[in-house]
């Protein structure tokens, strides 16, 4: 009689093959946990404490030495500091209102580009978005800097306009708004585009026909039909354009003035040019909060969706 | 009368592709009108250019008199029930079915008045406020239903309506599809792939077949008297046997098939002449079958071998390999319970038919 080949062998390779799993399962909350909830709890450990002449530039959070009055030092002092104070106060203000404006901007150009790549005849649709991503494939930092030469005193844009005696002296685009918004507009369209093109792109357009032979005309049916069926597309486009931009620090730093300064640029020279890490860590965790109010507001609406 | 819908020599091209091609058609108020045909035989492409999704290459569309040339879809009289349903999700029943009437701008009491009354006839009143995905399949085909119905168009177009629903309940829809056509008295166009429902609903059929009409009748006509073979092979089953006119009385005629070296005598057809390649055409349902040599006179009587059976309860069929190696599909109605020994495979038999039953196809 044959025995069965030992089911404690069969039991030992199932329960490592259980173990596997269960590793791949929590893979992704390791690697959050290794490369953002700690370095965030370095951050805010730092945010909490006071700045010292000293390398690294803040006291030590918990003192064990002998002579020591206290064990404990935190203050909340940095994030009282950066509240009360009416620059950064204004900062970031001025980035939510540049993020806001450029979101909108983004919407509006990249909303008809996606609607039209995905109406455009299937075996054409590839190439066009490929069209949109190509950009990628050159550094970020060296398409900003070539829009300098577009937008410079002596740039192509206005030696255009002066050429075509449509101005007699060169206008300021440098170093204003316009520039930053023309940065960020540049730069961001694709996170705009590939999501809507995704939604867009999955409608049923017999839908929109259902419309129309129900006497809606063509403006009528996309408002009442195609907007509202690519708005889990709107709204991760905008997410996609609107968070980074509020920190965007190249941008801002390259073609912005200095009288609409951004949060990326102050928490950049808090951190290397005052060497105050506390209070540029305080900014930090502060902008993180404001940013997760958009999100939160995503999750509550996906929720809503998902229960209807 | 003037027919209430008027197709005058239309085409609708695709690149090089005819899907319509050429074809003109009267269609009466009133009629249930179907167009039948297989996948990619330009029925849908004929349907869409009644509701204006489709422009035409050449030649007019007209309804109640007016030339559809350049009228958008949505100034068009007519309504579409989609084969997908084409519900709005976002929406809910009642919203969905108010679509319409908004459109064209009715007062809000008069469009809830009309909403609940459709709602009522398609028996879909308690679900007004659900979510289209909320619905059955079944449920989903009323509200659509009554989305087109309720702006009271000239002319209703339905897209394979009853495509999505299971054998059982498509039945009893059929039904229902057709007392509402009758109670509306809207004229209604039918593009389906279903003969069954085709026949059961219309008051007249179009044939389809790369894009042109292969006969226009009712659903008799092109049951018992089809034109052409694509007709008649298209529509139910039929046995067809090649050959050429031997003889030519003046209400018979005979075909002579060397296949089986016999000739068979069918009822005369006009325009031939002796010797022309026709087809005589026989249905299943029209061929006697029996084991002993049947008492008849006059009719021609096949032998041959039974290779296949299926019983399908109400009926019985037979698939008959004569001696020749053509191959005859019989089918006879199980009336009575039978305590005889049934026909079974490998028993010889006799066949035959009545000379009227046949028909003669010169396509």
Request: glycine residues 6%.
């Amino acid at each position: 009689m044959n025995k069965t080949p030992g089911y404690k062998g069969l039991l030992a390779v199932n329960l490592s093959a259980r173990a596997v799993n269960r590793g791949l399962l929590w893979s992704p909350y390791l690697w959050l946990l290794l490369f953002f909830l700690a370095p965030f709890a370095i951050v805010i450990k730092i945010s909490l404490s006071e700045i010292v002449l000293a390398s690294p530039p803040y006291q030590p959070m918990f003192n064990w030495a002998e002579d020591a009055t206290q064990w404990f030092n935190g203050t909340l002092e940095n994030y009282l500091f950066v509240l009360r104070d009416r620059l950064y106060l204004y900062t970031f203000w001025n980035s939510i209102q540049t993020a806001a404006i450029s979101t909108v901007l983004v919407l509006l150009l990249g909303y008809p580009m996606a609607y039209a790549i995905a109406r455009a005849p299937a075996d054409k649709q590839g190439l066009l978005l490929m069209l949109v991503i190509i950009p990628f494939w050159t550094s970020f930092l060296l398409r900003i800097y070539a829009l300098t030469g577009l937008l410079n005193t002596h740039g192509v844009i206005n030696n255009a306009l002066l050429g075509l005696q449509l101005i007699d002296q060169p206008l300021q685009l440098m170093y204003t708004d316009f520039a930053i918004y023309i940065g960020i507009v540049y730069s961001y369209l694709p996170f705009m585009i590939l999501p809507l093109y995704a939604t867009l792109e999955r409608l049923d357009l017999s839908l929109v026909d259902a419309a129309s032979d129900l006497g809606a005309g063509p403006l009528r049916s996309f408002v009442d039909i195609t907007l509202p069926l690519s708005l889990p597309g709107i709204i991760a486009g905008c997410m996609l354009v609107f968070i980074p931009a509020m920190g965007e620090f190249v941008i801002p730093s390259l073609l912005g003035g200095a009288e609409s300064p951004m949060i990326g640029r102050v928490l950049y020279d808090e951190f290397f040019l005052n060497r105050d890490w506390p209070v540029s860590s305080a900014i930090a965790v502060v902008l993180l909060a404001l940013l997760l109010l958009p999100i939160a507001l995503l999750r509550h609406y996906q929720a809503k969706e998902a229960e209807q | 009368m003037k027919p209430f819908i008027q197709f005058d020599d239309v085409s609708k091209h695709f690149g090089d592709f005819a899907a319509v091609d050429r074809v003109s058609l009267d269609i009466e108020e009133g009629e249930f009108f179907s167009i039948l045909g297989g996948s990619g035989c330009g029925k849908t492409t004929l349907l869409r250019i009644l509701a204006g999704f489709e422009e035409l290459s050449s030649g007019r569309m007209l309804i109640d008199g007016e030339d559809m040339s350049g009228i958008p879809a949505h100034r068009r009289p007519v309504n579409m029930m989609f084969q997908s349903y084409a519900l709005f999700p976002h929406m809910n029943v009642a919203k969905n079915i108010a679509y319409g009437l908004k459109q064209d701008g009715l007062e809000p009491a008069d469009i809830d008045a009309r909403v609940t009354r459709i709602l009522d006839l398609v028996q879909m009143s308690e679900f007004a406020q659900r979510k289209p995905r909320q619905l059955s399949g079944g449920q989903q085909q009323r509200v659509a239903l009554a989305r087109a119905l309720v702006k009271q168009p000239k002319v209703l177009l339905l897209d394979e309506p009853l495509a999505a629903l299971d054998k059982k309940l498509r039945q009893n829809t059929q039904f229902e599809l057709a007392n509402i056509q009758q109670k509306t008295g809207i004229t209604f166009v039918l593009v389906t792939h279903d003969q069954e429902e085709a026949m059961m609903l219309s008051s007249r059929i179009a044939v389809m077949n790369r894009g042109q009409f292969s006969q226009v009748g009712t659903p008799s006509e092109i049951y018992e008297n089809p034109q052409n073979r694509f007709t008649a092979d298209f529509i139910g089953s039929i046995n067809l046997f090649e050959g050429n006119v031997a003889a030519l009385a003046e209400t018979m005629m005979t075909v002579s098939v060397p296949a089986i070296d016999e000739c068979l005598t069918a009822p005369a057809i006009p325009d031939v002449n002796i010797g022309d390649p026709v087809c005589l055409a026989i249905r299943p349902e029209k061929i006697w079958i029996s084991r002993q040599a049947p008492d008849t006179e006059g009719n021609t009587i096949l032998t041959g071998e039974v290779v296949d059976q299926g019983y399908f309860g109400n009926l019985s069929v037979y698939r008959v390999r004569l001696p020749s190696g053509d191959m005859v599909q019989v089918s006879t109605q199980n009336r009575v319970r039978s305590t005889e020994r049934a026909i079974q495979r490998e028993d010889e038999v006799f066949i035959h038919w009545e000379c009227t039953s046949a028909v003669v196809l010169k396509e």
